[in-house]
């Protein structure tokens, strides 16, 4: 094989290499959940690039890629002097995580007002720390530990104000790994068994007077089951000595009645004697009262005609 061939074929080489690299600098490949911005010769070239194949100008123009997938920044505050001081003059410390996702609208502000991603987190990191500060400053050390998902809601609220000019959106702010003093700690420690202690004695108290009021319902019970059973003993014997007199109305009724009619036989009967005496009178007077001696001699009644 003579020089000259090979010499072409080495051209050739490096020709095509020269294209193809040419050729892979020409075209970007934007994925689904990715937005692209072209940027040419440090310029912004037209409008946000959609998922796709995108072709440019090799060598002198770049795709600026950005992925629209939810994102979480933590920013952690020791309890030394980095921490947030609370109402009381008490330093704390915590781990706060701030999830977000690129505002797909405002994808070109990236690169025109803050050129990259590392801003806008250097922006979020410093507006977390005032956030924090300035929602611990507004309460104490005893309300951080009671009240930490008011906190929480308000820290994530002044995120929200403090990050609107950024182009993201804030789903979620969430503060966890709450740090104080040694000190404090022991405090809550002891706090907390004296919480469980009043607690337990509460419960206990309860429970008595659970116990109590149970005795009283079944004393009331008893009674109103005694009340009850007399109730129904007096009912019986009112109805009972009432049923006795209406048998005894009743009975002396009767005797009433079986005397009146015996005393209206014997009406009849009189009047029968008189309806008798009445046939059999011959029209003259006869003396009801007749005596039995006249003149100290003896009377002779005249006899009766038939």
Known sequence: MNKKLIKNLVLCGVIGLLALVTILNSCTVISPNERGVKVTLGQVQGDVLQPGMNFHAPFITTIRKFRLEPKTYEVSFSCGQDGAITK?????????????????????????????????????????????????????????????????????????????????????????NWDWSDDFDKQIKETANRAQE???????LKLAEQNAQKQVKEAEAKKAAIEQEAEAALIKAQKEAEAKKVEADALAYYNAKVAQNYQVE??????????ERAKKWDGRQVPEYVPLTAAGGIVNLPAAKN
């Open 266 to 275: 014997i009406k009849l009967k009189e009047l029968e004697i008189e309806l």
């Open 88 to 176: 009381d003059m008490q330093t704390v410390g915590s781990t706060v995580a701030v999830r977000y996702i690129y505002d797909e609208k405002r994808i070109m502000d990236i690169v025109t007002r803050y050129q990259n991603d590392a801003v806008i987190q250097g922006a979020m990191r410093d507006n977390v720390k005032a956030s924090l500060k300035e929602t611990v400053g507004q309460y104490s050390i005893y309300d951080l530990v009671e009240k930490q998902n008011e906190v929480t809601s308000k820290v994530a609220t002044t995120m929200l104000s403090r990050m609107a000019d950024y182009p993201i959106d804030i789903s979620q702010t969430t503060i966890t």
């Open 198 to 204: 009043v607690k337990k004695a509460e419960q206990d």
